[in-house]
């Protein structure tokens, strides 16, 4: 633990630290910028873009070493891999629209081959006499030991500049995501708008191989925005929430690593984003798990009250043990069953408005208004005062249900 509470606070080495920072860049950048592709319901196309990634690290790193270098530089592979992405998102995008293939196993057909082609150029360039082929696997799952300045400062930038253009750009994105139809009739280029998520989803995968390699990152565009999903309805909050955990996530992520320098780093971040999103899934107040079935519960309640006070208001026997439950809790029945004075008031109401609604629904023909009621909601929170006093003149007076509106 003191281990775990010295790298959150980075005091376990400039290493660690220099990791850990640049990991939670990657992180809000991730979780921002894969926000629109999972509104977009695009997501598995993320998994093909980082696949696609690999023979270009690996074709980089042949033409550096044909050029007398040593084919490490981490500049030259990381344009190999943006321009190898971005081959396979052009590819995908070829075969859904000239083939009769749908997106799902176009990305699947890509992916596969690209990946192949790309462990096939690793186990070529494992075999050469020249260049530095030490560690170049670690793209595959990432590698933080020894990461340098300039691969913080790459991300660093990269990362600042994809938040920067989500954030810019949030406006179209949104209408695309929600109704590409619409957004299109607007004037809307919907295919310069999607390749403009895609980039920007292409430069996080980029920037973000040397830390958690390109199998992982796809974890980081998705799951924080999933788990941010429970949290919010509104686009601009979602894009900060989600940033927020995969920054969080990537920022212990490491610091669990450093303490334990035996577990990966990668790994360990993608598992801290299940964990945010397990979280999420199950204690967001208005989207999670437990609020549903409280809402659940609660609704159950009000069923039952509701019906138990009508069946007090009419004399009727109620056998139904949840029933008496909720009206002895509530006080309206006596443990014997016999009804309380406070019981008759309440069914006397309920009955009333029952009695109230089926006046309402002939005066009035407002399907907005009358559609709203279910038989628990008051009649005091959707009717005025004036309609009310009018639906009870008319209940006096014996009105007929079919009178004038």
Request: net charge positive; with cysteine; glycine share 10%.
């Amino acid at each position: 633990m003191t281990e775990l509470l010295n790298a959150l606070l980075l005091q376990s080495g400039y290493n660690a630290a220099l990791v850990a920072v640049s990991a939670a860049m990657l992180g809000i950048a991730a979780g921002s910028s894969g926000t629109f592709l999972f509104l977009r319901k695009r997501a598995l196309l993320s998994d093909a873009v980082a696949h696609a990634t690999l023979p270009g690290v690996g074709v980089a790193f042949i033409v550096m070493v044909m050029l007398g270098g040593e084919g490490r530089d981490l500049i030259g592979l990381l344009a190999g891999s943006a321009i190898s992405a971005f081959a396979g998102l052009l590819a995908v995008e070829w075969i859904t629209k000239h083939t009769r293939l749908a997106e799902d196993a176009a990305i699947g057909a890509v992916l596969s081959v690209f990946f192949g082609f790309g462990i096939v150029l690793l186990t070529i360039i494992q075999t050469m006499s020249s260049g530095k082929q030490a560690g170049l696997e670690s793209f595959l799952l990432g590698s933080t030991a020894g990461m340098l300045f300039q691969d913080a400062l790459v991300i660093a930038i990269g990362g600042t500049l994809a938040v920067v253009a989500t954030y810019t750009f949030r406006r179209p994105m949104t209408l695309v995501a929600f109704d590409a139809d619409f957004a299109a009739a607007s004037g809307r280029n919907v295919e310069r708008i999607d390749l403009a998520i895609m980039g920007l989803v292409m430069a996080v995968t980029v920037i973000g191989l040397k830390l958690v390699g390109l199998i992982l990152i796809v974890a980081m565009l998705i799951i924080p925005s999933v788990a941010a999903r429970f949290w919010t309805n509104h686009t601009n909050n979602l894009i900060w929430i989600a940033g927020a955990f995969g920054g969080v996530s990537a920022y212990v992520g490491t610091a669990i690593s450093a303490a334990a320098p035996s577990i990966p780093t990668g790994p360990v971040i993608v598992l801290i984003c299940f964990a945010i999103f397990a979280f999420s899934m199950m204690f967001a107040p208005n989207r999670g798990v437990v609020a549903a079935l409280a809402a659940r519960r609660i609704f159950q309640i009000r069923v039952h009250r509701r019906q138990g006070l009508l069946a007090i208001a009419r004399d009727e026997a109620i056998h139904d043990g949840l029933t008496l439950k909720v009206l002895t809790r509530a006080g309206f029945i006596r443990p014997d069953g016999v009804p309380t004075a406070e019981g008759r008031t309440q069914a006397a109401k309920a009955l009333r408005d029952e009695k109230r609604w089926e006046v309402a629904r002939a005066m009035n023909r407002d399907v907005a208004v009358i559609g709203r009621y279910d038989g628990l909601t008051p009649i005091e929170t959707v009717l005025t005062n004036d309609e009310i006093a009018e639906i009870d003149r008319r209940i006096n007076a014996r009105a007929p249900l079919g009178g004038a509106g």
